[in-house]
């Protein structure tokens, strides 16, 4: 259920927006007169509750928030969605959101010249630079302080039997092995590119389920023995729970996986205040979303299936408190 959304937030860590400034002719600038903020997000548990949680502290400062895009679909959907105004606020994982344009078919050489570096600050800069040559309708916010990285997973007897410690222990035996990976692997540079391009896993594999990303539905393969090799999200708390082995990325292929919002420019310009005026509700979000702090909103959604507006509210009212 969905309660009271007027939190104290603006009052404990947030600028509040009720009114926000003046304009031309000193003019009060009230609530009434920001835009509609339409938030969208991956079709997976961890994406869609911290889109929620951007909603509801959003909503704590008076603007009107839609929801139409929630559990939209995977990047490719979610970004088309994006650039035709479907929706126009977005929770993006920085490495992989970059890596997407510039590894991508379409990229031209000027884009796919601009590479991941390992850190999460350089990369959003590079994909804020990325977003205007492409004329991409977004503005890149503040970083979250926690990751949510690709992770290759096997059951504890599937390392024993195999050796497998690390990613490139799989290339040898590979043809025994069945991968369980999402459906959008092959045009993914970090997926697709990371097996075959830096790992030598021939593609498709010789066997592949093909199971939707960081969902129950991939965790249930490994378990049931359906998959050997899991491409998880790093942060699914069920694998530490079954005590599962992440393989090492010992080639480190894997990008910065730290969340950050992207909002529309068209959007920001409607807002007294521009991008700072968003960025001063969101970025103490992101400075809070640690990666044990996203771990264990994780476990309460998607173990203890608690309602994902539930558990935004509460993290938003810990943050107030």
């Given at each position: 259920m969905?309660?009271?959304?007027?939190?104290?937030?603006?009052?404990?860590?947030?600028?509040?927006?009720?009114?926000?400034?003046?304009?031309?002719?000193?003019?009060?600038?009230?609530?009434q007169?920001?835009?509609?903020?339409?938030?969208?997000?991956?079709?997976?548990?961890?994406?869609?509750?911290?889109?929620?949680?951007?909603?509801?502290?959003?909503?704590?400062?008076?603007?009107?928030?839609?929801?139409?895009?929630?559990?939209i679909?995977?990047?490719p959907?979610?970004?088309?969605?994006?650039?035709?105004?479907?929706?126009n606020?977005m929770?993006?994982?920085?490495?992989?959101?970059?890596e997407?344009?510039?590894?991508?078919?379409?990229?031209?050489?000027?884009?796919?010249?601009?590479?991941?570096?390992?850190?999460?600050?350089?990369?959003?800069?590079?994909?804020?630079?990325?977003?205007?040559?492409?004329?991409?309708?977004g503005?890149?916010?503040?970083?979250?302080t926690?990751?949510?990285?690709?992770?290759?997973v096997?059951?504890?007897?599937?390392?024993?039997?195999?050796?497998?410690?690390?990613?490139?222990?799989?290339?040898?035996?590979?043809?025994?092995?069945?991968?369980?990976?999402?459906?959008?692997?092959?045009?993914?540079?970090?997926?697709?590119?990371?097996?075959?391009?830096?790992?030598?896993?021939?593609?498709?594999p010789?066997?592949?389920?093909?199971?939707?990303?960081?969902?129950?539905?991939?965790?249930?393969?490994?378990?049931?023995?359906?998959?050997?090799?899991?491409?998880?999200?790093?942060?699914?708390?069920?694998?530490?729970?079954?005590?599962?082995?992440?393989?090492?990325?010992?080639?480190?292929?894997?990008?910065?996986?730290?969340?950050?919002p992207?909002?529309?420019?068209?959007?920001?310009?409607?807002?007294?205040?521009?991008?700072?005026?968003?960025?001063?509700?969101?970025?103490?979000?992101?400075?809070?979303?640690?990666?044990?702090?996203?771990?264990?909103?994780?476990?309460?959604?998607?173990?203890?299936?608690?309602?994902i507006?539930?558990?935004?509210?509460?993290?938003?009212?810990?943050?107030?408190?």
């Amino acid at each position: 259920m969905r309660h009271s959304r007027r939190l104290a937030l603006g009052a404990s860590i947030l600028a509040s927006l009720a009114i926000v400034g003046t304009a031309g002719g000193g003019a009060i600038v009230t609530a009434q007169e920001q835009p509609t903020i339409i938030v969208g997000s991956d079709d997976f548990y961890e994406s869609a509750l911290v889109a929620e949680i951007y909603a509801q502290a959003l909503e704590a400062n008076d603007f009107t928030v839609q929801r139409d895009g929630l559990r939209i679909g995977a990047r490719p959907v979610r970004l088309e969605a994006f650039q035709s105004g479907a929706i126009n606020l977005m929770p993006e994982y920085v490495g992989f959101g970059l890596e997407f344009f510039t590894r991508g078919t379409d990229a031209t050489e000027e884009i796919a010249a601009i590479e991941t570096s390992g850190n999460a600050e350089t990369d959003a800069a590079s994909l804020q630079q990325v977003l205007d040559l492409l004329g991409f309708d977004g503005s890149v916010l503040g970083i979250s302080t926690g990751q949510d990285t690709n992770a290759a997973v096997v059951r504890p007897e599937t390392a024993e039997q195999y050796g497998l410690a690390t990613m490139s222990d799989l290339a040898a035996v590979q043809d025994e092995l069945t991968f369980g990976l999402p459906p959008e692997c092959e045009a993914n540079a970090p997926c697709r590119g990371a097996l075959e391009g830096s790992y030598g896993i021939t593609w498709p594999p010789q066997s592949l389920l093909p199971v939707a990303p960081c969902s129950p539905d991939m965790a249930l393969a490994l378990e049931g023995a359906a998959v050997d090799v899991a491409w998880m999200c790093s942060t699914q708390p069920v694998i530490g729970q079954n005590g599962w082995i992440v393989l090492e990325d010992d080639l480190e292929t894997q990008p910065p996986g730290n969340l950050v919002p992207v909002i529309s420019n068209s959007v920001v310009a409607e807002v007294d205040g521009g991008a700072d005026a968003i960025a001063a509700i969101l970025d103490p979000i992101s400075a809070e979303l640690s990666t044990d702090v996203l771990t264990q909103l994780g476990i309460r959604v998607a173990v203890d299936q608690e309602d994902i507006d539930d558990v935004a509210e509460e993290f938003l009212a810990g943050l107030a408190g």
